[in-house]
């Protein structure tokens, strides 16, 4: 994914995250997506912005013209290394750490 440029792009964004999953017409986002002022000095102003994150992968659009943001899936988490001495620590705690990796001690190689 590249990096977003403008403030067009961030405020785009930030609108469409709002509805998650949600495809929104453009002239939705035009309306709403930034203020007013802006909305009424170009009422068409989000259009090259929202074809320019349709090509950089941020946002996809339907037949109709109508336009989400694309949730990206987190990766899983691998587990990490820790320590015995450490692990003792938290086990005494009360909390479960599962999914760690057993790290061994100078004496166990």
């Known amino acids: 994914m590249s990096f977003m440029r403008d403030a ?16 929104i017409s ?16 170009d009422n ?3 259009y ?3 074809e320019r994150l ?4 941020i946002v996809e659009s339907d037949t109709m013209g109508h336009y989400r ?6 990766k899983v988490e691998t587990p990490r290394p820790l320590s015995p001495e ?7 705690s009360g909390k479960q750490f599962d999914g760690v990796i057993e790290v ?3 004496e166990e190689t």
Do not use: M, N, S
């Open 8 to 23: 067009d792009e961030r405020d785009i964004c930030a609108y469409l995250k709002l509805w998650r999953g949600h495809f």
């Open 86 to 92: 450490i692990r003792a620590i938290l086990e005494r």
């Open 54 to 57: 349709v090509e950089q992968k």
């Open 26 to 41: 453009a002239a939705e986002i035009c309306r709403r997506a930034a203020t007013r002022k802006r909305f009424d000095k």
């Open 48 to 50: 090259p912005v929202l």
């Open 69 to 74: 943001y694309i949730v990206r899936e987190r």
């Open 104 to 106: 061994p001690t100078d």
């Open 44 to 46: 068409r102003w989000a």
